[in-house]
């Protein structure tokens, strides 16, 4: 790891007049310190916002909610109203990672978190991520790898909360000193890398993540989050699925079934959700969207097992959301 | 043909000493125990009875050592901290193979902080090549990524990693190959450019080097017992499958490393290490100084799993940079060095087949095995075929198989995890052809007798009665299943074994030992057998072990701690009680014959004195203290050598839809001689089932196969067990007496699960859903290309 410098700040203000010259955020520091000790990163000052309040909490507003950027995801996913009318986010939140990094990690942290391709991750692979040419996964071990939308780089959206917030039309606030506040949704969020591979997201060096915000749910609203990995305890997902179901007695007036671990940024699937619009969903309409949520994916040469789990997962969630199935224990962790 | 991985095996010779005649209990209680007469040394202790007439041994007492590691007080070697100690940091080739043409180390050394920096002139632990003349004289040739070159040593870990990055080493790169498969054709890029061989440790590991080698293939290595041909004529079924098992690292908790401080006098090394006298040996050796001027500390140690023996890279570079900076310098790897240099488990290739007669009668086996063990050898896995079943003919064919990977070492059972994964899932295949109970074939075919006890407990277990005999009989997509697997291991005595017992005037006891406690909880049980002797309880004796300034210890691999070493304890322990015994003798006006020690107490057999407490008869002592050194006398009777058994049933649930298999419970009942303290047996038996289920469904070291860098050097991506992937464990130990010592202890660390868990898992997985995969580890994307085959018995591409 380089040496570097560190401002501590407890105010945002403090915060954002320190983004300047390189200088690099620093929430909880999970994934970031992991750059830094792996030398695939390098920066020189850190601001550090760990300490700062007005950036933590949960909030409810007439419009829905308004979470801090620090909220840890234990903090989220233990969170009342969250539990009863955004699942899909307690779910994300609450099965990211391990215990002891959910009571450290921040959610807005979650989200900017890079890839974990191995390749992008390892200081001896300088990949087209990283400024340079070359992507070493396509000729290389590529069995986590993304199977839909990876022209320039199959890695995947490494962001449960991601999903969730995606299929919750959440968005994030940003304010800059200079520029003043903007609101961007997640999707927009995040910059695919057939458009930029080294940027990853649309925040600019002295931005600063203010505020997670996510509309109230249409009434009948059921969601459900499920991660599947090699293993339960602590793995990064091989197949994960963010189902929102907007229900009018038995009917689905509208879904948004998301997916994480199928391509670089999280998307949602057209194909699926328009399966089960104005169907009773039951596990002949789950598994029809399934099987379509990974319609045009090709796979690499060691993942096309992704194209069975995928299904299964979207499948299973969408029950789990109307409650007509339990979690599944491998998405338990 | 397995080998043996120590030197001094059972079979080795003791002087005659006078002998008597003693009856001992022998076989299973409950089941076969007997007496049995043994000849015995005279000077030997009086015969133990079963555990259940002890007091302390063969009780489930606290560990020694427990409060203080839980409290985080247990001094490790990275927690070793001495004045004006530096910190060391490899510098480590980041090619595959290559000549190095030159290593600049002008800046490092001129980095703030740094105070000596080594380049590298004899790495350890690759193979050596027959004629080392084919090799570049003037650096060793990087034989794979991670390899050590140089290390520097500064006076923060800080400044140590910056000046490492510092040192430029320049490459000639060579064609290199990291997948075993490609490095089997004739035309793949040489690892040697001639023969090489790799030598065991001390717990075990390495390969033949009495072998030809034809490119990268090191063997075959080829044993026969009779002849399968005609066996397989003979046979009225044949089974048979194509076995294919990854490399695994290690990744014990604590990473390999040392503190040196050679000062001119001596030269002392605190090492994470599984013997203290090993890495003696190989320093002193290494820079030819005597015995006398080494010595090595093993306080505390973090896990080795048979790759820490020796002082390796890492103690040799430590040792040579406190000679030069003249401070005591620490080295201790990081997670990516450890998984890419210091020993791995190797892979298997392996084609079996069994010959049987309608009524299980085996009349061959045949097996033909390839596996890499990276730039080392030793990857031999015949152990199981060649040792669990009686057969009429049997036929065993090995090769190393060099790749450009870190070398292999000794890992838990060597080679048996391996194996067993094929033959016990052929076995399970044979069962199902001859449509026979897989336990009732082993009856038939396995003669062991404590292994059918084993089997009678599973045939008696609720698990066992739940097993539907029917493959995939479940409907829905989550498959119940329930399998069996059968393990072995031998008995290895370490004969060196030595311990010394001293008795102070104060009535305080301690015992000592150069072994070291790895983990398994030698130091308990040291006390434990001191606490039975004196009457005492074991909290109240002071164990001292892990320090070559003690009587010499075994080296702790090939489960050999336990058994080495406890008869050299209590044979200590016995005679220093009859020292004792006869110096107080005079001031209680007694004779030593009249007086024995029961209970805590000095009692007179003739009634003529009142019993005294042993801290009270102490204080009788002429001398300061008794102090008395046995070693290891030879076992009883080896004729009567018996390998160890040890069952296990794995239930599992196999999500055929995700492809993901649940371990939800496993029975393992397991012998290891007479348990001397059953909870510890147990938690080693409880790390064999865990290390094996993480193995057979998890881990797996991955090399890319166009730059040959391993991509997952870390506890990330390299995938092991966690607290939700492990079972409900439900271990039985079978006390078993074979009569062999004062002790009669064996061993359990690589009989403990770790074997046949994987075949067992295999077998339930069969259980579950009638498919039979064959590869290692498990994880979706085997399985579902498993379940998907179009056809069953179809091996894997």
Not at chain 2, 296 to 306: A, R
């Amino acid at each position: 790891m380089n040496r570097f410098s560190m401002a501590d700040c407890t105010t945002v203000d403090a915060a954002l007049s320190q983004l300047k010259d390189g200088a690099v955020v620093k929430a909880g520091g999970v994934d970031l310190l992991d750059r830094m000790k792996d030398g695939i990163e390098e920066p020189t000052r850190l601001v550090n916002i760990r300490n700062v309040a007005e950036l933590r909490g949960i909030r409810e507003t007439d419009h829905g909610l308004t979470i801090g950027p620090l909220t840890t995801l234990a903090e989220i996913s233990d969170h009342p109203l969250i539990r009863a009318q955004y699942q899909i986010l307690s779910d994300a939140c609450g099965h990211a990672a391990t215990p002891h990094i959910r009571n450290m990690a921040t959610v807005g942290g979650n989200l900017l978190q890079r890839v974990q391709c191995w390749y992008y991750r390892s200081a001896d692979f300088q990949c087209i991520r990283k400024g340079k040419d070359l992507c070493f996964a396509f000729d290389g071990l590529n069995q986590y790898h993304a199977i839909m939308e990876y022209a320039t780089c199959p890695s995947v959206a490494p962001s449960s909360a991601a999903v969730a917030l995606l299929g919750l039309n959440g968005s994030v606030e940003l304010s800059s000193a200079k520029r003043g506040k903007r609101t961007v949704g997640i999707k927009e969020l995040y910059v695919v890398p057939d458009a930029n591979p080294t940027k990853f997201t649309v925040i600019e060096p002295d931005e600063l993540i203010t505020a997670i915000v996510i509309p109230k749910p249409a009434p009948g609203t059921r969601s459900a989050y499920q991660k599947y990995g090699e293993k339960e305890s602590f793995d990064w997902a091989i197949a994960d699925a963010g189902v929102v179901l907007e229900m009018d007695g038995d009917i689905c007036r509208r879904a948004v079934i998301v997916m994480g671990a199928a391509s670089p940024v999280v998307r949602r699937s057209p194909q699926a959700e328009a399966a089960l619009a104005g169907k009773t969903i039951n596990e002949e309409t789950a598994r029809a969207a399934g099987k379509v949520a990974v319609e045009g994916a090709t796979p690499l040469s060691m993942n096309a097992y992704k194209l069975d789990l995928f299904p299964v997962a979207v499948y299973r969630t969408i029950l789990l959301a109307a409650g007509q199935r339990d979690r599944d224990p491998s998405a338990a962790g | 043909m397995t080998k043996i991985p120590v030197e001094d095996a059972f079979t080795a010779q003791a002087a005659a000493p006078p002998k008597k005649t003693v009856q001992m209990p022998v076989g299973v209680p409950g089941y076969t125990l007997a007496d049995e007469a043994r000849e015995i040394p005279a000077s030997e202790p009086p015969v133990w009875p079963i555990n259940k007439d002890l007091k302390y041994v063969g009780q489930s007492v606290q560990r020694y050592d427990g409060m203080a590691k839980a409290a985080g007080r247990a001094r490790y070697t990275s927690d070793v901290q001495l004045p004006g100690m530096l910190y060391a940091k490899f510098v480590n080739a980041n090619v595959p193979h290559a000549k190095v043409i030159s290593i600049d180390t002008t800046d490092a050394e001129k980095y703030p902080g740094v105070r000596g920096v080594h380049v590298i002139q004899h790495v350890l632990g690759n193979a050596v090549l027959r004629n080392p003349a084919l090799d570049p004289v003037k650096y060793p040739v990087v034989r794979y990524a991670g390899q050590p070159l140089a290390a520097v040593a500064a006076t923060t870990p800080a400044a140590a990693e910056e000046a490492a990055a510092l040192v430029k080493v320049k490459y000639e790169t060579i064609p290199f190959v990291v997948d075993p498969a490609k490095a089997r054709e004739p035309d793949a890029p040489a690892v040697f450019p001639g023969p090489a061989d790799e030598a065991a440790s001390a717990g075990g590991g390495g390969g033949p080097s009495d072998v030809k080698q034809t490119g990268n293939i090191h063997g075959p290595s080829i044993h026969k017992r009779g002849e399968t041909e005609q066996g397989f004529k003979d046979a009225d079924v044949i089974v048979e499958g194509h076995f294919v098992t990854q490399v695994q690292t290690h990744s014990a908790l604590e990473t390999h490393g040392v503190v040196a401080d050679w000062k001119p006098e001596m030269l002392t090394v605190y090492a994470s290490t599984q013997g203290t006298a090993g890495v003696r040996e190989e320093l002193a050796g290494f820079y030819k100084i005597p015995l006398t001027q080494v010595r090595v500390i093993t306080e505390f140690m973090g896990g080795g799993f048979g790759a820490k023996f020796g002082a390796g890279n890492p103690g040799v570079v430590a040792a040579a940079l406190s000679r030069k900076t003249g401070a005591p310098v620490r080295l201790m790897l990081d997670r990516e060095e450890e998984h890419l240099s210091v020993g791995n488990r190797p892979s298997s290739d392996q084609l079996l087949r069994i010959g049987a007669k309608k009524d299980g009668t085996i009349t061959a086996i045949h097996l033909v095995a390839y596996g890499t063990a990276g730039c080392g050898t030793g990857a031999g896995c015949s152990g199981p075929a060649s040792n669990l079943y009686k057969s009429a003919s049997l036929h065993t064919e090995e090769s190393d198989v060099f790749i450009n990977a870190g070398p292999g070492t000794a890992m838990r059972a060597p080679g048996h995890p391996q194996g067993a994964f094929a033959l016990e899932q052929t076995m399970d295949d044979l069962a199902v052809k001859l449509n026979m109970e897989p336990l009732d074939l082993r009856d038939k075919t396995d003669e062991h007798p404590v292994r059918r006890v084993e089997r009678q407990i599973v045939r008696e277990s609720e698990l066992w009665k739940s097993r539907n005999p029917v493959a995939a009989a479940d409907r829905g997509p989550v498959k119940r299943g329930v399998g069996f697997a059968q393990s072995v291991w031998y008995r290895f005595v370490s004969m060196g074994s030595s311990a010394e017992v001293r008795i102070h005037k104060d009535g305080s006891l301690e015992v000592m030992s150069g072994v070291q406690d790895i983990g398994s909880g030698i130091k308990t049980v040291m006390a434990q057998i001191l606490a039975e002797q004196f009457g005492v309880p074991p909290s109240q004796i002071a164990v001292k072990v892990g320090d070559t300034n003690y009587a010499e210890g075994p080296q702790s691999g090939g489960s050999v701690t336990t058994l080495s070493l406890t008869p050299a304890v209590r044979d200590a322990a016995w005679q220093a009680s009859q020292k004792f015994l006869a110096e107080i003798a005079p001031a209680l006006g007694a004779t030593a014959g009249d007086l024995v020690l029961v209970d805590g107490e000095v009692r007179s057999l003739s009634g003529k004195i009142e019993p005294l407490s042993f801290k009270r008869a102490a204080s009788k002592m002429t001398s300061s203290q008794i102090s008395v050194q046995a070693k290891r006398v030879p076992d009883y009777d080896p004729k009567k050598y018996l390998t160890y058994g040890g069952v296990d049933v794995a239930e599992v649930e196999v999500d055929t839809e995700l492809g993901r298999i649940h371990v939800r419970r496993v029975l393992s009942v397991h012998d290891c001689g007479r348990p001397m303290n059953p909870v510890q047996t147990i938690s080693q038996i409880n790390g064999g089932i865990i290390q094996g289920i993480s193995y057979t469904l998890l881990e797996n070291r991955l090399l890319d196969p166009v730059y040959g860098l391993m991509v997952n050097p870390d506890l990330e991506q390299y995938k092991i067990i966690g607290s939700r992937e492990i079972p409900d464990i439900d271990v039985r130990l079978v006390e078993t007496y074979i009569g062999q010592s004062s002790t009669d202890a064996s061993g359990i660390g690589e009989a403990a699960g770790v074997v046949s868990i994987g075949a067992a898992i295999g077998n339930a997985v069969y259980n579950a859903t009638g498919v039979r995969i064959r590869r290692t580890p498990m994880t979706p994307a085997v399985v579902l290309a498993a379940l998907h085959a179009p056809a069953q018995g179809k091996e894997l591409a």
